[in-house]
């Protein structure tokens, strides 16, 4: 069985800023797949931008062959799936538990056949796996995404994908493939290309739209716009100290110096530590940095995970916290010093509220058709900011809104392939029912006709009641049933036994059952014994009296119950004795004060309750 342990090539996490592929290769050799395309489409829809890439790689290999494929999103992206072309067919990626997606890929692969998976490693990293490619036909893979475009002096610009020509294990071509870009726009600015590169003028400080999701909510995404340098001043960031600890619910280390780095090169920090270099040189731990620092003199910890998404940076570097009117549960990106992406969702569309670097914009979301991309912008930041403490409930987010998480992969099974594969599953469930099934007969014989006793009970209320007979020197038994069947009965030494099932619509009444027996002599032996079929439960009446100072708790129903039990209000039991005929007594506490449960149980199974009350 081939493998399924994935290691991630040692590439350092980097501040991606677009739809980035980092490697493709050969999951035996490590060589890589040389890339001879890219198709990219591109829709801008006011703010937020949904792009799908194809990718088309060369197989130069004669035999079964699986494909690793690994890229970055930029922070304020989410995937919104991945497909592959096996032969003719498309195959798309069905987002699902983790835990399922693997067993279902390890299950086919190892029998040769061709499904992709796709995961998250970190809240911007995907790994992708796909076995066989098929022989003599190229690698072409389709990743589509939904995220917000990026600013670039007064224009917007569109994160523009990216894919070397060649690089594995090794990097053999690092030049970038220019992708065959499209791009059209829906209620937004001006798009503008220039050199390959597609700008959107937005004049405006503030731009939202919002979409109606299938939960009635509206999402909305928007980004605003302040001048250059906020409130005018340079803040001082002082780092005293950093330090890693474990985080059991995301992976990725955190780099601290990235982030600033950034900030001190356009002028809005200066930094003050004997070492500002805080990266982790194995980021696939399982991590958070934990940072103790100062802010214009005032004293600050922040624990930040692999997405380095730090509050404290946005905060000093927007003049002052961000703050939303209207909004709920609002989720921010800095794309910049002067730019915010946020994201969040309302009840019904109406004007909502930013403040910005000191300054308030209001706005009015622009509605655009019903979907799922605004949603999947905030669950995304929800997965990557949001501290979660069971895989369970991200499991059920992820599922719901479509985003990838560490709790779920996308799994893409050309459509043969899943029917075999769930036609399998189905025959491995038959047989494990059936082998249960043989377990508990067994254990039903054992426990049951081990004693040699003969049949004795005459009353059901329907299931698969259980025939016993001793006849001494019988060669074969079989019993005919009421509707005219017949079951050959099972030796146990003179006791012969099995189950017989009484439908569960079958008529009130008496019924008879014949027991033939074929001795070893020849002569045949027949016997028989009537039975019931009772489905109304047992009433009756419990009322508490008084005799000789004993209290006494009495119940009336019919005689020959095969159980009445009292229930105390903790849950404890009380079983009442047949001191005659259809009457049931037992003692109780004489300061007992309250009601007590009583239920009445007949011998064919079926239960009746009383409730008997004595109050203070």
């Given at each position: 069985m081939r493998s399924t342990m994935t290691v991630l090539i040692g590439v350092a996490s980097t501040l991606a800023l677009s739809q980035s592929v980092t490697s493709v290769y050969n999951r035996d050799t490590h060589a890589p797949f040389k890339l001879k395309n890219v198709k990219v489409e591109s829709t801008v829809v006011g703010p937020i931008v949904k792009t799908s890439t194809w990718l088309t790689y060369d197989n130069p290999y004669k035999t079964l062959t699986e494909a690793t494929l690994n890229f970055d999103l930029p922070d304020a992206a989410a995937l919104g799936g991945f497909a592959y072309i096996y032969g003719d067919e498309y195959v798309r990626g069905q987002l699902m538990d983790k835990r399922k997606a693997w067993s279902i890929y390890t299950a086919i692969t190892s029998r040769g056949r061709d499904p992709g998976i796709m995961e998250q490693w970190s809240p911007t990293n995907y790994h992708c796996q796909i076995f066989p490619i098929k022989i003599g036909n190229d690698l072409r893979v389709r990743l589509w995404t939904v995220g917000m475009l990026q600013p670039s002096g007064n224009q917007m610009q569109l994160p523009k994908p990216k894919a070397p020509t060649a690089v594995g294990y090794e990097a053999i071509d690092t030049t970038i493939v220019q992708p065959n870009w499209t791009v059209r726009g829906v209620k937004t600015g001006q798009i503008v290309e220039n050199d390959g590169q597609f700008s959107v003028d937005?004049?405006?400080?503030?731009y939202a739209v919002a979409q109606r999701f299938k939960d009635g909510r509206i999402y909305v995404a928007g980004i605003v716009k302040a001048p250059f340098g906020g409130d005018g001043k340079k803040h001082v960031v002082e780092i005293l100290n950093a330090r890693y600890e474990p985080a059991n619910d995301e992976p990725g280390g955190a780099d601290v110096t990235v982030k600033v780095n950034e900030l001190v090169s356009q002028g809005i920090y200066s930094i003050q530590a004997n070492n500002t270099t805080f990266g982790d040189p194995t980021p696939w731990k399982l991590k958070r940095l934990r940072v103790k620092f100062r802010v214009d003199g005032v004293e600050q910890t922040e624990t930040v995970a692999e997405n380095w998404h730090l509050t404290f940076l946005e905060n000093s570097a927007a003049?002052?916290?961000?703050?939303?009117?209207?909004?709920?549960?609002?989720?921010?990106m800095l794309l910049n010093p002067n730019t915010l992406?946020?994201?969040?969702?309302?009840?019904?569309?109406?004007?909502?509220?930013?403040?910005?670097?000191?300054?308030?914009?209001?706005?009015?979301?622009?509605?655009?058709?019903?979907?799922s991309d605004t949603a999947r912008i905030w669950a995304q930041q929800m997965l990557a900011k949001n501290t979660w403490m069971r895989v369970d409930d991200v499991m059920k987010f992820s599922l719901k809104y479509g985003v990838p998480s560490n709790a779920t992969a996308l799994l893409a099974v050309p459509k043969e392939e899943m029917r075999l594969y769930e036609e399998r599953e189905k025959q491995a469930q038959r047989a494990q029912a059936e082998q249960r099934k043989r377990e508990l007969e067994a254990q039903r014989q054992g426990r049951n006709w081990s004693g040699k006793r003969d049949q004795n009970w005459n009353a059901s209320g329907g299931g698969d009641p259980e025939i016993r007979v001793t006849i001494p020197g019988a060669r074969s038994v079989d019993a005919i049933l009421p509707d005219r069947r017949v079951i050959s009965l099972k030796p146990d030494g003179d006791t012969w036994g099995g189950n017989f099932e009484i439908a569960a619509d079958a008529i009130e009444g008496t019924y008879s059952v014949r027991v033939l027996a074929h001795l070893k002599d020849g002569s045949t032996v027949e016997r028989s014994w009537t039975y019931s079929v009772d489905r109304t439960p047992p009433t009756g009446k419990a009322v508490f009296v008084v005799e000789q100072n004993k209290l006494i708790l009495e119940v009336k129903s019919e005689s020959g119950l095969a159980e009445v039990a009292a229930y105390w209000p903790d849950g404890s039991r009380l079983v009442l004795k047949e001191v005659q005929p259809?009457?049931?007594?037992?003692?109780?506490?004489?300061?007992?004060?309250?009601?007590?449960?009583?239920?009445?149980?007949?011998?064919a199974g079926n239960k009746g309750e009383l409730t008997c009350s004595r109050l203070p």
């Open positions: 937005l004049k405006d400080p503030i003049g002052g916290a961000t703050s939303f009117f209207k909004l709920r549960q609002p989720k921010t992406a946020f994201s969040g969702w309302i009840p019904k569309n109406e004007t909502i509220a930013v403040r910005f670097q000191g300054v308030r914009h209001a706005i009015k979301p622009t509605v655009i058709a019903k979907g259809g009457v049931y007594r037992a003692e109780i506490p004489s300061l007992f004060k309250g009601s007590l449960t009583v239920v009445l149980k007949d011998r």
